[in-house]
């Protein structure tokens, strides 16, 4: 008779906040977003107006702002609730 643990840990990204470690532009129609967790998120361009009408070498100049990103030509902030979406859910402004 084989006898089966029983686990208590719960797999998944339960209470991970969504930390950005990277970004890349695979081609110019999407966004790939590494988190720190090891993660990955990939999203159309058209869902962020201000990146898609950045140039590929300004996609480039990107920085982290707060638990956001933004470029050095472009006044926006995106933050990665934006990216993730159901803000209620992935709202991490004021924690850590």
């Known amino acids: 008779m084989v006898v089966q643990e029983t686990h208590t ?15 890349t532009f695979p081609n110019e129609a999407q966004m790939e977003i590494e988190l720190e967790d090891g993660r990955f998120v990939r999203t159309p361009l058209n ?33 990665i609730e934006q990216v993730l979406g159901n803000f209620e ?4 402004e004021n924690e850590a």
């Not at 840990?9 to 990277?22: A, C, F, L, Q, T």
């Not at 859910?89 to 991490?92: A, E, L, N, W």
Request: charged letters at 30%.
């Open 47 to 79: 869902r962020f107006p201000s990146i898609e009408k950045l140039t590929s070498e300004q996609r480039q100049r990107w920085y982290r702002f707060g638990n956001g990103f933004s470029f050095d030509d472009s006044d926006e902030v995106i933050h």
């Open 9 to 23: 840990h719960v797999e998944g990204y339960w209470n991970v906040i969504p930390r950005i470690k990277s970004i």
């Open 89 to 92: 859910t992935y709202r991490h």
